[in-house]
């Protein structure tokens, strides 16, 4: 088994976000004519300050995940989204099965365990880790090597996934408009949200308050 860290991309965010908002607001208004080259951070940092948030629908941002299943199955709540998640029906994982290291557990985690042994009670992992991060391990290793037993005695990938753990790598690709974004990180980036999706949500929100604050800058956690 291999452990790793969820991580996420922008796999689309359109160059010309603001200006597309910026005509569509100006049609409310019938201000065409005030568009210039540089007026359309100015005009859409107004509509956001005006809670005139409709406008900010009018541009949608791809972002694909590198997550766990529990994460994924919370981030499918959201109805205005959407979605393309890896299947545990159709994918069979014959390789190295990948486990997303729990943010709560320390980085010596990370890389392809156990050193040695096939037999998971023989395993070997690293010296450091903690009695519940070894536990969290052996479960891990567990259900990778039952999985593969199950697959070996005839059951297909969708029934062998019975006792795929929370813990699994999933990939999701997520589209959304920027209002549902927002919607998104003001849940999802607070305190209450559970502290993996805090974790990767994050430094999304980083990352797209560097390309376009305007439309984020007033989401603080
Ligand atoms: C901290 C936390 C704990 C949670 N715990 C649980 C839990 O224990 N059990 C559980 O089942 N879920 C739980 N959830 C999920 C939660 O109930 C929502 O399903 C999820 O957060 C999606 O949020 P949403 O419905 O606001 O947003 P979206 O589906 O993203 O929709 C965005 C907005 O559109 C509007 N909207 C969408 N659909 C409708 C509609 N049909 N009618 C009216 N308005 C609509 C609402 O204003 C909504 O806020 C939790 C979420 C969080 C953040």
Not at 82 to 88: D, G, I, K, R, V
Not at 155 to 173: D, F, G, Y
Request: aromatic letters at 8%; proline letters at 5%; charged letters at 25%.
């Amino acid at each position: 088994m291999k452990i790793i860290e969820q991580n996420h991309e922008i796999l689309s965010l359109p160059e010309n976000t603001l200006q597309i908002m910026e005509k569509a607001g100006r049609t409310c208004y019938k201000s065409e004519d005030k568009i210039t080259n540089d007026s359309a951070e100015r005009f859409v940092n107004m509509l956001v300050r005006k809670d005139h948030h409709a406008m900010v629908e009018f541009s949608d941002i791809i972002v694909k995940f590198i997550t766990n299943r529990g994460v994924t199955h919370e981030l499918v709540r959201h109805r205005h989204c959407s979605f393309a998640q890896e299947s545990t029906r159709y994918v069979k994982y014959e390789g190295e099965m990948e486990f997303i290291k729990p943010v709560w557990c320390d980085d010596h985690l990370l890389g392809a365990w156990p050193e040695q042994a096939s037999d998971p009670k023989l395993s070997v992992f690293p010296t450091k880790a903690s009695p519940a991060e070894q536990v969290w391990m052996t479960s891990m290793e567990q259900a990778e090597s039952d999985y593969k037993v199950l697959l070996q005695n005839g059951w297909k990938a969708q029934h062998a996934r019975e006792i795929l753990p929370n813990s699994l790598k999933t990939e999701i690709v997520m589209k959304a408009n920027i209002r549902e974004w927002r919607h998104i990180f003001s849940l999802r980036c607070a305190k209450a949200s559970h502290p993996q999706m805090v974790e990767l949500m994050r430094p999304l929100l980083k990352e797209l308050q560097g390309k376009i604050p305007v439309v984020f800058d007033d989401l603080i956690f």
